[in-house]
T-cell receptor
């Protein structure tokens, strides 16, 4: 138990569906992240929210839409996805620190997404 | 740019030492990390090293950093079957007040009994 909970753990959706992934952290952290994990590829940082403001968007397609209503919750809204979007989506949280060291990232167990 | 590279697979026998290697590109990284991912789980921090250090030892784990060559390695002594997992190297960068971690592809460690 890392203190970061993701739901659902598994999701199968068609290309025309709309679904959302949810992440909740119970660690009192003030930064949250979405990463995409595909086989044999580097872990890909998708979005960073620090103090509830989006500070990073690595040119992720607009069919992925993040939402961070407060420092404990993070969502990833999905619509009109493609089969190549099938992957494990990992949420993480950390404490923002100044001048150098990013706080340790605590990861959830991931949401395994399959797009048919 | 930011890039982290690792070999994809390593197989060792139980009791042997494992050495997992990583190269990174951002010379300004202040910390470098090793994370472990067990099947069906998220990543968990194993250890980290500050960029002004050459070596860090923590029980069975030894991290070596060659800053000149931007090369990081993780040595696991007396490897056990429970060490079988994917190991990720990560470098840290800071943008404003927010740090982010750039990960490699992960090295799958297979430990044979």
């Amino acid at each position: 138990e890392t203190g970061v909970t993701q739901t659902p753990r598994h999701l199968v959706m068609g290309m025309t569906n709309k679904k959302s992934l949810k992440c909740e952290q119970h660690l009192g952290h003030n930064a949250m992240y979405w990463y995409k994990q595909s086989a044999k590829k580097p872990l890909e940082l998708m979005f960073v929210y620090s103090l509830e403001e989006r500070v990073e968007n690595n040119s992720v397609p607009s069919r992925f839409s993040p939402e961070c209503p407060n420092s404990s919750h993070l969502f990833l809204h999905l619509h009109t996805l493609q089969p190549e979007d099938s992957a494990l989506y990992l949420c993480a949280s950390s404490q923002v620190v100044l001048r150098g060291r990013p706080g340790e990232l605590f990861f959830g167990e991931g949401s395994r997404l399959t797009v048919l | 740019g930011e890039d982290v590279e690792q070999s994809l697979f390593l197989s060792v026998r139980e009791g042997d030492s494992s050495v997992i290697n990583c190269t990174y590109t951002d010379s300004s990284s202040t910390y470098l990390y090793w994370y472990k991912q067990e099947p069906g789980a998220g990543l968990q921090l194993l250890t980290y090293i500050f960029s002004n250090m050459d070596m860090k030892q923590d029980q069975r784990l030894t991290v070596l950093l060659n800053k000149k060559d931007k090369h990081l390695s993780l040595r696991i002594a007396d490897t056990q079957t429970g060490d079988s997992a994917i190991y990720f190297c990560a470098e840290s960068t800071v943008s404003g007040n927010t740090g982010k971690l750039i990960f490699g592809q992960g090295t799958t460690l297979q430990v044979k009994p």
